[in-house]
Nanobody
């Protein structure tokens, strides 16, 4: 059983920063590929970033490269997403996800992840 709880969302102005956290309750957290996804109203869920169990492999969507940083602390079973230079188009519900699948430096398919948090809302105003 895997439980994921996100936190850290909120409302910020364009150019601001937020750090999202995702606390996992699971045995063997360091065996899971972890990802951040987002979904805006009326839009498809999209991958934002992913990170391999040992943090050696990371993926970023082109739209967030250079602004967002994904990281994980396996001693704390926690995943992070540092978001800088936020834009109104970053407004969405952000979800963390976990699965024991190959974690590659390519856009993950959200359908392949079996475990999801409840989401945390990020709203960026212009």
């Amino acid at each position: 059983q895997v439980q994921l709880v996100e936190s850290g969302g909120g409302s910020v102005q364009s150019g601001g920063s937020l750090t999202l956290s995702c606390k996992a309750t699971v045995h063997g957290y360091d065996q899971y590929c972890m990802g951040w996804f987002r979904q805006a109203p009326g839009k498809e869920r999209e991958a934002v970033a992913s990170i391999s169990p040992g943090s050696s492999t990371k993926y970023y969507a082109d739209s967030v490269k250079g602004r967002f940083t994904i990281s994980r602390d396996n001693t704390m079973n926690t995943l992070y997403l540092q978001m800088n230079s936020l834009k109104p188009e970053d407004t969405a519900m952000y979800y963390c996800a976990a699965d024991q699948l190959p974690c590659v430096a390519a856009a993950p398919d959200w359908h392949e992840y079996n475990y999801w948090g409840q989401g945390t809302q990020v709203t960026v105003s212009s």
